[in-house]
């Protein structure tokens, strides 16, 4: 029988894993079946409209990637103006955001689809008992995690409290909004996962769950219709392969952003060959750090090519001229587990800060994706129909040369990348275990008034950091939520959940 750890967001994902465990299932299907309990019973943190990622390595064959991310809508449009149908929102979250929410900010969404591809393709168990854990759970009504009141006591009334099937679930009758651990009823979710559950993936898209998505956005001015939803097909890409010491590491390729950014850190970290986290290493760090996302929002945000411009990033990279020439969300979950067959599995979902908006009787809370204005900075330009979205998720799969499989990713808008660069030269380069490399305090370059300021972690050596600082006074889920998972033959399971994720679960069975 197969054997599993899986690293998620909250004890209800847990629970689903281990019933998929049970039940045979491997790595793929105990990381679907999760991340679909999480997408379900985390409002505002994601939801069943996201698009995301899924890296995947199976024994003795070559990592792929399922890019499942949201795209352009308006194919076949009847020529709606999306500016016309958004409301603007500025929310005091993560050191403040604004962002477009309403019918005209949603995107079309590919992530029901790559899971299912995932589970049509790699998964042991049928797609109906992958979805059922999170039809019994929204049904029974759910206890509201900590991270998502940690996002709802900003966007609770802004954005959540417009749609009333959403103010019903999330707020008590006297307008208080619900706290951590109250529970939480979505109005017609359950049925809607039972229909997912019994009629497959397709009743998403050209069934009645999709029409009914399509008639309430053009009904509010939208441009999602039927044929984008019928149109919506994830993509399978070779993954993006990159070395670190005797490790190989598969990150999600272009069009995606995420596992490019994450490459181009963990080649210029390798070149420093370092022990431990002097001042003179986190120094450099700050500078890779700086570098790298400078590139990319001079860049990569606004490429006409973005498989050419990522080819020429790492390119520059590889031959050391990179930091020469370049010195100057938000809402995600992500499951990562292993199996005792060496497979390995990464997911990433996003919905973005939320539409606030649902369509009657769906329990679907629509994603903002086209209004996240700090990650699609082209807006409604970002290119024709079909164009997908960029992204700061990487879900993450390493192989070690004696055989350890490695899986790993995590939630936190562009701190996605910087959080998994140093976990991966924790774990992989300094030899730190699971926990003690998800633990350890990170820094994070961020870019604040047109220039950039270093946000630190306590605990870490930045005396000779030359560029302004931020100081945190204790370990914060704005630098991410990492989450970790591997196998070997001979050592078996090992797991690492970030305690900067409240409610993060461990679990191997």
């Known amino acids: 029988m197969s054997s599993t750890a899986v690293v998620c967001s909250t004890p209800l994902a847990a629970q689903a894993a281990a019933g998929i465990v049970g039940q045979g299932g491997n790595a793929i299907d105990v990381a679907i079946a999760a991340v679909l309990v999480s997408m379900s019973t985390e409002p505002g943190v994601c939801a069943l409209t996201s698009g995301g990622y899924l890296t995947i390595w199976l024994p003795d064959s070559d990592p792929v990637t399922i890019d499942g991310n949201v795209s352009m809508p308006g194919r076949g449009s009847r020529h709606n103006d999306p500016a016309a149908a958004c409301r603007r929102v500025v929310l005091d979250y993560g050191g403040g955001v604004e962002t477009l929410i309403g019918a005209g900010s949603v995107a079309t969404p590919a992530g029901i689809a790559a899971l299912a591809h995932a589970s049509r393709e790699y998964g042991h168990l049928p797609w109906q008992a992958l979805v059922e854990p999170a039809a019994r759970i929204v049904g029974d009504g759910f206890p509201l995690s900590a991270a998502s009141y940690g996002y709802l006591k900003y966007s609770g009334e802004p954005i959540f409290g417009i749609d009333p099937d959403s103010r019903k679930a999330l707020f008590h009758s006297n307008g208080r909004l619900k706290t951590t651990g109250e529970t939480v009823v979505v109005p017609h979710l ?99 750090q700086t570098a790298v996302l400078g590139y990319r929002r001079e860049h990569l945000d606004w490429s006409e090519s973005l498989a050419d411009d990522v080819e020429s990033m790492l390119a520059g990279c590889v031959k050391g001229g990179f930091l020469n020439g370049w010195r100057n969300s938000s809402s995600t979950v992500h499951t990562s587990a292993v199996d005792n067959g060496g497979l390995g599995c990464a997911i990433t979902m996003s919905s973005g800060y939320g539409a606030g908006i649902m369509p009657p009787g769906s329990g679907l809370w629509l994603n903002n994706s086209l209004g996240e204005l700090e990650l699609n900075r082209r807006g409604f330009e970002v290119g024709p129909p079909g164009t997908i979205l960029p992204s700061n998720m990487a879900p993450t799969v390493a192989r070690r040369r004696d055989g350890t499989t490695l899986a790993v990713g995590s939630p936190g808008a562009d701190r996605i990348t910087s959080a998994l660069a140093q976990f991966l030269v924790n774990h992989l380069h300094l030899g730190m275990d699971l926990q003690q490399a998800v633990d350890h305090p990170r820094v994070h370059a961020e870019f604040v008034d047109d220039q950039f300021r270093l946000a630190c972690e306590p605990g870490l050596p930045t005396a000779e950091v030359r560029m302004p600082k931020r100081e945190f006074e204790e370990l914060s889920m704005f630098f991410g939520g990492v989450a970790a998972a591997s196998w070997h033959r001979d050592h078996g399971f090992a797991t690492g959940a970030d305690p900067r994720r409240a409610g993060s679960q461990r679990l191997a069975c």
């Open 190 to 288: 359950a049925a809607t996962l039972r229909i997912l559950a019994a009629e497959g993936p397709e009743s998403f898209y050209t069934g009645t769950l999709g029409q009914a998505m399509v008639d309430y956005v053009q009904a509010n001015g939208g441009l999602l219709t039927d044929e984008d939803m019928a149109s919506c097909k994830p993509l399978v890409r070779p993954s993006l392969v990159v070395d670190l010491d005797d490790w190989e590491i598969a990150l999600n390729p272009p069009p995606a952003i995420g596992g490019a950014t994450l490459a181009a850190m963990l080649i210029e970290l390798r070149r420093l060959d370092f022990s431990s986290w002097g001042p003179g290493e986190i120094a450099a760090l700050a500078q890779i």
